[in-house]
Nanobody, 120 residues
C-alpha cells in the first residue's frame, strides 16, 4: 500500500505565499508523474500542475507564473510553492501520484487534501 500525506495548507492574506508538501511512503518502486489538484467549494476538482519524473512541468493557465511545482525523487516528495495568492485560490489541494510497484503495475494514489484559504 502507498500513502500520500499533504501538509502546508493554512489561512493567508491575498498576496502572501504558502508551500505545500506531499510525501509518499509505502511500497514504492518508482513514481512516474505527480500532480497537484484543487477543489473549491461547489466546484469540480481541477488539475493545476504536474511534473514528470524527469522534471518536465505543466501548469494550468490560472496559476502560471505564480505557482511552482517541484519534486525530490530521493525523498518521494512533491512540493507546490504558491506565491501571490488570490481569493480564487481558496480550495482543498490534493496531490496525486502514479506509482509503479513491481508485481502490481502502475496505480493512481491520492492524498487526503489540505485546505488553503486566501482571505483578508
Amino acid at each position: 500500500q502507498v500513502q500520500l500525506v499533504e501538509s502546508g495548507g493554512g489561512l493567508v492574506q491575498p498576496g502572501e505565499s504558502l508551500r505545500l508538501s506531499c510525501e509518499a511512503s509505502g511500497n514504492i518502486d518508482s513514481i512516474n508523474a505527480m500532480f497537484w489538484y484543487r477543489q473549491a467549494s461547489g466546484k469540480e476538482r481541477e488539475s493545476i500542475a504536474s511534473i514528470t519524473n524527469g522534471g518536465y512541468t505543466h501548469y494550468r493557465d490560472s496559476v502560471k507564473g505564480r505557482f511552482t511545482i517541484a519534486r525530490n525523487n530521493a525523498k518521494n516528495t512533491l512540493y507546490l510553492q504558491m506565491n501571490s495568492l488570490e481569493p480564487d485560490d481558496t480550495a482543498v489541494y490534493y496531490c496525486n501520484a502514479v506509482v509503479l510497484q513491481i508485481g502490481v503495475g502502475k496505480t493512481d494514489y491520492w492524498g487526503q487534501g489540505t485546505q488553503v484559504t486566501v482571505s483578508s
